[in-house]
């Protein structure tokens, strides 16, 4: 069963414009919502996350909006430029158990 | 910066034979997860430990996957017999108290 939906599954970009990604969950009681950026070969790297209890959380040019009437949790990255070039999870977890995956987004910023 | 170390990188293998992956957690990280990531999805937990016991094998299938984390530290995942489909990425992560999964490079596993 596939708890966490993400879209788009690839996004092209021009450098300096907005990504957004989208993911929606089910599972009402996960309690933190990070999300991943992974290069080929590598493994995941935790970039930014969240928790319910906040509607906007802010890094940098990473921003994850997070509304939980809708089950809803989506990641803008301003600015973006070639070197954010990567696949981006979504992921939710509750109290520290597994972390549920979106199906990935591959997002290519052109110069 | 402290990371999780894996090995191998890479292992390409026959289907029946038997593989192992090895991780090292990052220091004093409690828990660790084994994930399994097939090209183009998320990664799926196969099995997380709190220190040297399993909390969650739901995902692992047992009648060929196995992993131990004997003193609580490092941990190896083994499957036995390896069939085509186990082709993938093997990943393992960390976490101290918090929810934070620190995650490493990884083992990519094929199966010819």
């Known amino acids: 069963q596939q708890q966490v939906k993400q879209s788009p599954q690839s996004l092209i970009v021009q450098k300096g414009g907005i990504s957004i990604i989208n993911c929606a969950y089910e599972n009402t009681a996960f309690d933190y919502f990070p999300w991943y950026q992974q290069f080929p070969g590598k493994g995941p790297a935790l970039l930014i996350a969240i928790r319910p209890d906040v509607s906007e959380k802010k890094e940098g040019r990473f921003t994850i909006s997070f509304n939980k009437s809708a089950k809803q949790f989506s990641l803008h990255i301003m600015d973006s430029q070639p070197g954010d070039s990567a696949t981006y999870f979504c992921?939710?977890?509750?109290?520290?158990?597994?972390?549920?995956f979106g199906e990935g987004t591959q997002l290519t910023v052109n110069p | 910066e402290a990371e999780v170390a894996q090995s191998p990188r890479y292992k390409i293998t026959e289907k029946s034979q038997a593989v192992a992956f090895w991780c090292d957690p990052i220091s004093g990280h409690a828990t660790l997860y084994w994930y399994r990531q097939i090209l183009g999805q998320g990664p799926e937990l196969l099995v997380q430990?709190?220190?040297?016991?399993?909390?969650?094998d739901s995902q692992l299938p047992k009648d060929r996957f196995s992993a131990e984390r004997l003193k609580g530290v490092d941990s190896t995942l083994k499957i036995q017999p390896a069939e085509l489909g186990d082709s993938a990425m093997y990943l393992c992560a960390s976490s101290s108290l918090g929810d934070t999964q620190y995650f490493g490079p990884g083992t990519r596993l094929t199966v010819l």
């Open positions: 430990f709190q220190d040297e016991s399993v909390v969650d």
């Open positions: 992921a939710a977890s509750l109290a520290r158990s597994r972390l549920t």
